[in-house]
C-alpha cells in the first residue's frame, strides 16, 4: 500500500492563480481531511469528507474548495490564490473518525 | 470549539534521560486524544493515542495518562534517543460527528547527545 499520496510536492503560484492539490488514499479509508500548518503552529482543519458525495467545511475553509466523486480521491481547489494561503498542506484519511493518516505535505508559496 | 494548549514549544532532555510533554484541553466532550511525531519535511505519524475511558497507555517507551478532570493529557517518552529528535503534536476530537482533530501548536522535542 502506498498509503495517502499527495502531488505535488512544491508549488509557487502568483497571486490570483488557482490550482489544485490532489490527494490519494489506497487504504479504502471512508473519511478524509485537509489540514493546513503554518510555521510554529499545529495543523488547522481545512475541510473533510465522511465518504463519496459528502464534504464539511472544518475551521478555515475560506477561500478553498472540495470535491469527492470517489472513496479514494479527494482534491482541494484554490481558486484566487492569496499570499496567507502560503503552507504546507496535508491530507489525511482515516477508517473511522481516529487513527488519521497523514500524507507527505505539499508545501505551496504564493507570491 | 475544542481549543488544545501544549508545553512546552521546545524541550531539550540528555540521550537517555525522559521527557514529558503536556497538553490541556477545553471541550469536556472530547474522547479521543491522540499524539503524533513530525520529522523535518515528513507528514504527522500517530504514535500512540488514548480514549477517554482509559487513564494510561504504554507502548514500549512511550506513555500516554489522561486526566478527565482536570482535563489534561501527557505524553512521557523514557530512556530517549537520538531518533527521538522530532516535533511532537498533540490532539483532541470532539464526542460524535466525524470532525477532524484539533491540534497543539506542537513541542520541539532536542535529544542532546
Known amino acids: 500500500n502506498a498509503g495517502v499520496t499527495q502531488t505535488p510536492k512544491f508549488r509557487i503560484l502568483k497571486i490570483g492563480q488557482s490550482m489544485t492539490l490532489q490527494c490519494t488514499q489506497d487504504?479504502?479509508?471512508?473519511?478524509m481531511y485537509w489540514y493546513r500548518q503554518d510555521p510554529g503552529m499545529g495543523l488547522k482543519l481545512i475541510y473533510y469528507s465522511v465518504g463519496a458525495g459528502i464534504t464539511d467545511k472544518g475551521e478555515v475553509p475560506n477561500g478553498y474548495n472540495v470535491s469527492r466523486s470517489t472513496t479514494e480521491d479527494f482534491p482541494l481547489r484554490l481558486e484566487l490564490a492569496a499570499p496567507s494561503q502560503t503552507s504546507v498542506y496535508f491530507c489525511a484519511s482515516s477508517y473511522a473518525r481516529v487513527w488519521q493518516f497523514f500524507g507527505p505535505g505539499t508545501r505551496l508559496t504564493v507570491l | 470549539g475544542e481549543n488544545v494548549e501544549q508545553h512546552p514549544s521546545t524541550l531539550s532532555v540528555q540521550e537517555g534521560d525522559s521527557a514529558v510533554i503536556k497538553c490541556t484541553y477545553s471541550?469536556?466532550?472530547?474522547?479521543?486524544f491522540p499524539w503524533y511525531k513530525q520529522e523535518l519535511g515528513k507528514g504527522p505519524q500517530l504514535i500512540i493515542d488514548i480514549r477517554s475511558n482509559v487513564g494510561e497507555k504504554k507502548d514500549q517507551r512511550i506513555a500516554v495518562t489522561l486526566n478527565k478532570t482536570a482535563k489534561h493529557f501527557s505524553l512521557h517518552i523514557t530512556e530517549t534517543q537520538p531518533e527521538d529528535s522530532a516535533v511532537y503534536f498533540c490532539?483532541?476530537?470532539?464526542?460524535?460527528?466525524?470532525?477532524?482533530?484539533?491540534f497543539g501548536k506542537g513541542t520541539h522535542l532536542i535529544i542532546q547527545p
Open positions: 490532539a483532541a476530537s470532539s464526542g460524535g460527528g466525524a470532525d477532524g482533530l484539533t
Open positions: 471541550d469536556s466532550a472530547s474522547n479521543y
Open positions: 487504504m479504502n479509508h471512508n473519511y
